[in-house]
């Protein structure tokens, strides 16, 4: 009888440590894939920034594109006039902007838009942000 008692200690004993060896597995495995999801989340971050990024330069590209036509094409129409002013020009300017809830208000056109922009999408007003 005192044999059997023995050995119900040492099965419970080693029980115990089992679980207690699983538990620190499981902690450890939960905290890695923690880790794992947060620099994901960071890499898709940062991805979208340059997406974002490389989509207003683009944008800014066929803007620019887009006024050096209408500019050709009006100057055909209305004859040479080189002391006429190039409004297209003074559109693309600086500004100074204070981003609000994540958003940005274009001073120079109004339109509204993710902080995270660097031009305005509609206008390409370069954003100086305080
Ligand atoms: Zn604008």
Same mark, same amino acid.
């Given at each position: 009888m005192p044999g059997f008692i023995i050995f119900l200690y040492i099965a419970a004993g080693a029980l115990s440590i089992a679980l207690l060896v699983w538990f620190i597995y499981a902690i450890t495995k939960i905290q890695r894939n923690t880790e794992m999801i947060d620099n994901n989340t960071q890499k898709l971050e940062d991805q979208n920034a340059t997406i974002i990024f490389l989509l207003s330069s683009i944008n800014v590209e066929l803007k620019k594109i887009t006024n050096t036509k209408e500019t050709t094409s009006s100057e055909e129409k209305s @004859?040479?006039?080189?002391?006429?002013?190039n409004n297209e020009e003074a559109i693309s300017e600086e500004a100074k902007v204070k981003p609000r809830n994540d958003r940005i208000v274009c001073p120079v056109c109004g339109t509204d838009q993710?902080?995270?922009? =660097?031009? /305005?999408? =509609? /206008? @390409?007003c370069k954003f100086i942000k305080e």
């Open positions: @004859g040479t006039n080189d002391n006429q002013p993710p902080s995270l922009r =660097n031009v /305005c999408f =509609n /206008c @390409g």
